[in-house]
């Protein structure tokens, strides 16, 4: 049985996938107000591409989600300024990507996006291109994957390989970049709008900046496209400082948390937009979903992925519906999952580990490897066996610098702060 279906939602309100490019998302992006202000300023500014960071779960990606789709109804609306269209997919760049793949994924994309928004498009006064090409894609089975150097079309109950030179793989880039070129001739007239995420796949931010160097020329700078690219702990920082990226990217933009007071906003946005009853049930007080916020360090996906982990556990049991009875019962649960998670983790951390822990807690939960005499270490390969054990335990991320291996930055994750909420209140 779905217990959200039997509390009166259509859809479970805790689900931790980036917010939509839709209507969806605008209503559910809470507290974001003057992020979202940059965002459209720099997309508004080609040809630089925009760069966002951010801790991880803190809502990167639904920031740069509804902030693209706000320009693009702005568009809609008025008729005026450019047309920024959000792709209908968003990247990930990993250490075993295939470069030339991961191109043609993206122009993949861009060419669907394009069919896809074509009639929305048209009634706005912006004449789309009615080349023979995009006619044959329009009207015709769409490419779905490339082998072999041929794309596959699939239409209806049969698939058929495509042999002419219009459809191989350079053909294939020339004519999508035909299309932009056609829609927007200028800088000035709008692009579709793609966004690179969680771009700490990459590891290391060597790895990032050799990784977008060799994108540069054949993505990042291609007439038609808006690059946002989006990443966690330096990383951008650390990009943004590469020669050969000089004048391509826009500086960082920075996104904290959401503010503690707007967190019950959150919560609030998700039960209205989600609920299919008039007054459905949620066994979660507003000032407990709030606290749940604070103690993950403003973690939002954290935040909404233990919301949901409490609401399968009172589910078992005895629903509370006064507040008091709420609260008690969250108290409860919060501290078995606090509990639970830091007897796993005592398996796998020593009690010197346990101490630099607790001392970076207590300091706000982030620091380098330059910092070691504030934990009482003489030296970094002193501190370094600890920070190890914190992190394969998960309590502790790290990025490095590899240009600069002093530039790293340590901080503990929402499991960690989770743990440390036990080691605090435990007995």
Known sequence: MNIYRAWGYG????????????????????????ELQKLKVQLHHPPKAVTVEGANGVGKTSLVNVAAYSCYVDF?????????????????????????????????????????EAEAIQ?????????????????SPHVTSYQ???????????????????????????????????????????????????????????????????????????????WVLCGAAGIIQSVATSPRLEGVLHAPIDVPGVDDALATRILDSRVRAFAVKKEPYIPLHKADFEDLYNLLNRNIRSTLSRADNYCLWVSERAHPYSEEEKHEVFLHWLTLESSSALDAARTMVGQRAWRLFDEVS???????????????????PAMGPHVRDLENAGLLTSIQDDADRRRKTIQITSKGWLIAHARKNGP
């Open 123 to 139: 009634p706005s006064g912006r004449n789309l291109p009615r080349t023979q090409s995009i006619d044959r894609w329009l009207n």
């Open 362 to 380: 207590r300091c706000g939960g982030e620091f380098s490897p330059g910092d070691h005499k504030d934990f009482g270490f003489n030296s970094t």
């Open 76 to 116: 809609l609306k008025s008729g005026e300024g450019p047309l920024l269209i959000p792709c209908a997919q968003t990247f990930q760049l990993c250490d075993d990507n295939d470069v030339e793949a991961f191109i043609d994924s993206v122009y993949m994309a861009v060419g669907q996006t394009l069919i896809d």
């Open 148 to 226: 072999a150097g041929f794309w596959l079309l699939s239409g209806g109950r049969s698939t058929e390989t495509n042999t002419s030179a219009g459809f191989q793989r350079s053909g294939f880039r020339k004519e999508i970049r035909s299309w932009l070129k056609d829609i927007f001739a200028t800088p000035e007239d709008g692009g579709v709008v793609c966004v690179i995420d969680n771009m700490e796949l990459l590891q290391t931010s060597a790895r990032a900046r050799t990784t977008l160097e060799a994108l540069r020329d054949s993505l990042l700078t291609v007439p038609g496209l808006r």
């Open 11 to 34: 859809t479970p309100p805790f689900q931790t996938t980036a917010l939509p490019a839709n209507e969806l998302g605008q209503e559910l992006l809470v507290g974001r107000d003057a």
